[in-house]
């Protein structure tokens, strides 16, 4: 399993915005075949974490080459106050109920 851990710092004006374009790609990525998990946390009223989990990093890789997400990532230096914090890692074991 492939896992993804991403922090996104927004400025403050557009936090809302952010939050509704990650809102977006979850749905999205709802529907892709290789998508297992895509869970969005909010830290305070800027910050955002998102989990994701893929079958293995080609379906991670699929997910990231969708234009819903280059789409945001593109917007990144208008709506984010610095680049995000993005971590990749192989899952070993754990549970979700």
Do not use: W
């Not at 989990?53 to 593109?74: I, Q, W």
């Amino acid at each position: 399993m492939s896992v993804c851990v991403a922090i996104l710092r927004a400025k403050p004006e557009h936090a809302n915005e952010v939050e509704a374009a990650v809102r977006g790609i979850a749905a999205a990525t709802r529907d892709e075949e290789g998508a297992l998990a895509f869970v969005l946390h909010r830290q305070g009223p800027d910050t955002f974490i998102i989990y994701e989990k893929y079958v293995d990093d080609d379906a991670r890789e699929a997910h990231f080459a969708t234009p819903y997400v280059s789409g945001l990532v593109a917007r990144f230096g208008e709506l984010l106050v610095a680049e995000p914090q993005i971590e990749f890692a192989e899952e070993l074991t754990g549970f979700i109920r």
